[in-house]
C-alpha cells in the first residue's frame, strides 16, 4: 500500500442513456392477453462470424447490451416468469439454476397467482417493473403489490443479452439465498414498545423496522402471542451471516402479538430520527454508561441498520483504547512529553499525519486532542501484535463475538495483525471494525470505569447471559483516559461540536479513509453525564464537523 496515510481529520458520474417507451405485459386473471413486444437486439448479430484459418467462427459480442436489447431481454424474461413458464424465463437470466429455483418458489412456497408484470421506461440497461398480484393460502387471500427492476448485460461466452440474476429481481428485499414464503408463520408477532410503555412502530420510527423484525425473530415464541398467516422473507444462509431477520412483506391473516419492552427512550429515539434525516449515511446510537441500557439507535438509510450490525473501520476513534493501552505499558502519560513527528515509518509503510503537522515538545495529552497519528504509530515497535486485541477484548469487551442484546448485533473486530497493519490498527485502520454501537459502548466504558455490554430488551426477560470483560483498567489509567476525553472536548478536535456541554463530558473524533472513496467516514463518540453516544457518516469528511453535531445534540438533550 504505498498511498500516503492520512486517516485523520482531512478536511460524476455518467448518466445513462434514456431510452422511451413501455414494455408492456399484462396477464389476465385467468388467460393471456395482449403483448407489446420490441424486435432487434441481439438476434441481428447473432450470425456475424469472422474467418479463422479458412473457417467461418462465430463472432462473440462483447459490447454493452443496447437500449433495444434491454428492452427485448427484460419483455421475454417477464412474459415467461408472467405465464408461468419458469424454464422459459430461467433460460434469459446468466444463472438459470438460482433463477428456477426462485421463480418456481414464487408459486409453491410464496403461493403468488395471477400476476400482472409491468415494465417501465427503461434507462440504459435497467428495467424498472412493477408487479401485482395476488397472494393466496388456505382460503385466505390478499393482494400483494410492489415496484423491482432488472439489469440486462452481456454474456461474456457466448455474446447473448441477459438478465443479471439476484434474488432482488424477484423482490427487491431479497438477498441471494433468500426465498419468499407463505404460511402460518412459526414465529408470532410482537408488539414492542419503548422504557415508557409506548408502542414502537416503523411508521413512527423507520430506523426501527429492521429492529422490530429481529425483535419478533428472538422473541415471538416467547412472548406469548400467536402467529397469523404471512407472506414472510425466509433468510438464507448469507443473509444470516450478515444478521439479516426474516421479513415479513404481507400479512393475510392478523396473529396475536405478544410484548417486549425495550429500554429504548421515546424522546430519544425521536429525536434520533430527526437527526440522522438530516444527515446522509449517517447512523448513531445512544447509551447509557451506568447500566449498559441502549436508548435509541438510527440510520438515514432504513434497509441496513449499520449503526448495530455495521463494520467500518473506525479511524482515530479507536485511539481511546489504544491510549488506554499505551498508559497501562507505560509508553504513554497524559501530561507528559510526547513524540509527534511529521512522519513515521514502520512495517515499510510511511506513516503521516494530517498535513504533515507535527508537535514539538508536546504531551501525550495534545497528541491525542489534536489526533497525531504518528504519537501512536511510533510506539508500534514496543508492542506485541496481540497487544491491541488483548486490550480490546479485556478491557472494553468488544471482538469476541459474545454480545446479546437482544436482536442481531456485530460486536466489533480487532484481529491480530503484524508489520504494517499491526501498527495501522493502532489508529483504528487496518484490520480494525466497528460501528456506532461499539463506539458508543467504548466511551461508556470509559465513562463508568468498567465495561457494560450493551443490551436493547433487559437479560430477565429470557435469562440470557451477558458478556463480561475479564478486567478493568487500573484507576490511574482510567483517570488520565478520562482526562484526554475531557481535554478534546474542551480544546481538541471535538470542541466545536461539544460547545457548552461541560464540564462533565469527554470525546473523540475520527476520520477513516476507505479505498476508492473521495472523503474518509467521519466519526465521533463522546459522553456526557450518564449518557454516551457515537455516530459515523460515511464518506461525510471530518467527524468532528459531520458525525459531531449528530452526537452533540442528542447528548444536549440529557438523562
Not at 403461493?111 to 409491468?118: A, K, M
Not at 512522519?343 to 497525531?372: L, V
Not at 468488544?398 to 493502532?426: C, E, K, Y
Given at each position: ?66 437500449a ?42 410464496a ?22 398480484g ?9 393482494a ?32 441471494d ?32 423496522e ?56 421515546p ?121 491491541l ?15 446479546a ?41 470509559v ?31 482510567l ?81
Amino acid at each position: 500500500m504505498g498511498k500516503r496515510r492520512r486517516v485523520e481529520e482531512r478536511r460524476g458520474k455518467r448518466r445513462p442513456a434514456v431510452a422511451g417507451g413501455m414494455i408492456a405485459v399484462v396477464v389476465g386473471g385467468a388467460g393471456i392477453g395482449a403483448y407489446a413486444l420490441y424486435g432487434g437486439g441481439a438476434a441481428a448479430d447473432e450470425g456475424a462470424a469472422a474467418a479463422v484459418n479458412g473457417n467461418q467462427v462465430p463472432r462473440v459480442r462483447a459490447d454493452a447490451p443496447s437500449a433495444a436489447e434491454a428492452k427485448s431481454t427484460a419483455t421475454r424474461f417477464l412474459k415467461a416468469w408472467q405465464q408461468g413458464k419458469v424454464s422459459g424465463a430461467a433460460a434469459v437470466t446468466d444463472d438459470s439454476a438460482a433463477a428456477t429455483a426462485l421463480l418456481t418458489g414464487w408459486t409453491k412456497d410464496a403461493h403468488v397467482t395471477g400476476v400482472t408484470l409491468t415494465a417501465g421506461k427503461a434507462g440504459g440497461t435497467k428495467v424498472p417493473f412493477s408487479v401485482k398480484g395476488t397472494v393466496k393460502y388456505k382460503g385466505v387471500s390478499k393482494a400483494l403489490a410492489y415496484d423491482s427492476a432488472l439489469t440486462v448485460v452481456r454474456n461474456p461466452k457466448n455474446g447473448k443479452a441477459q438478465v443479471d440474476w439476484h434474488a432482488s429481481v424477484v423482490h427487491p428485499g431479497l438477498q441471494d439465498g433468500d426465498r419468499l414464503v407463505t404460511g402460518e408463520s412459526g414465529t408470532p408477532p410482537v408488539k414492542a414498545l419503548d422504557s415508557a410503555g409506548g408502542e414502537l412502530t416503523a411508521a413512527e420510527y423507520p430506523s426501527l423496522e429492521p429492529v422490530l423484525d429481529g425483535l419478533r425473530e428472538k422473541y415471538g415464541k416467547k412472548a406469548g402471542g400467536k402467529a397469523g398467516v404471512e407472506l414472510q422473507i425466509v433468510r438464507g444462509k448469507a443473509s444470516k451471516a450478515k444478521k439479516a431477520s426474516d421479513k415479513t412483506l404481507l400479512e393475510l391473516s392478523k396473529g396475536t402479538p405478544g410484548t417486549v419492552r425495550t429500554t429504548l427512550s421515546p424522546t430519544l429515539q425521536a429525536a434520533a430520527e430527526q437527526q440522522v434525516a438530516k444527515t446522509a449515511k449517517s447512523s448513531v446510537v445512544v447509551m447509557r454508561p451506568s447500566t449498559g441500557e441502549i436508548l435509541a439507535v438510527a440510520n438515514a438509510g432504513h434497509g441496513f441498520n449499520t449503526a448495530f450490525n455495521g463494520s467500518l473501520a473506525p479511524g482515530s476513534t479507536m485511539k481511546v483504547i489504544t491510549s488506554s493501552l499505551l498508559i497501562e505499558k507505560d509508553l504513554a502519560s497524559a501530561d507528559k512529553v510526547h513524540p509527534c513527528p511529521k512522519t513515521f515509518t514502520y512495517g515499510g509503510w510511511k506513516f503521516h499525519n494530517d498535513d504533515d503537522f507535527e508537535i514539538d515538545g508536546g504531551s501525550f495529552k495534545a497528541s491525542f486532542a489534536r489526533s497525531c497519528n504518528t504519537a501512536f504509530i511510533s510506539q508500534a515497535p514496543e508492542l506485541d501484535n496481540d497487544s491491541l486485541t488483548k486490550q480490546a477484548q479485556q478491557v472494553f469487551g468488544l471482538s469476541m463475538n459474545n454480545w446479546a442484546i437482544g436482536v442481531p448485533s456485530f460486536d466489533g473486530s480487532v484481529p491480530v495483525q503484524s508489520a504494517a497493519q499491526m501498527a495501522a490498527s493502532l489508529i483504528g485502520q487496518g484490520g480494525v471494525r466497528m460501528n456506532p454501537l461499539n463506539m458508543a459502548s467504548v466511551a461508556s466504558t470509559v465513562k463508568a470505569g468498567a465495561f457494560h455490554q450493551p443490551y436493547l430488551v433487559a437479560p430477565s426477560v429470557d435469562g440470557r447471559t451477558l458478556a463480561k470483560a475479564s478486567r478493568t483498567m487500573s484507576s490511574s489509567t482510567l483517570s488520565q483516559l478520562r482526562e484526554l476525553m475531557n481535554y478534546t472536548a474542551a480544546a481538541g478536535t471535538a470542541a466545536e461540536a461539544m460547545s457548552g456541554l461541560g464540564p462533565d463530558y469527554g470525546a473523540k473524533t475520527g476520520s477513516a479513509e476507505v479505498d476508492n472513496q473521495e472523503k474518509p467516514n467521519g466519526w465521533f463518540t463522546a459522553y456526557r453525564g450518564d449518557l454516551a453516544a457515537a455516530g459515523v457518516v460515511q464518506a461525510g469528511g471530518h467527524g468532528g464537523d459531520t458525525a459531531g453535531p449528530i452526537v452533540a445534540a442528542l447528548l444536549r438533550l440529557g438523562d
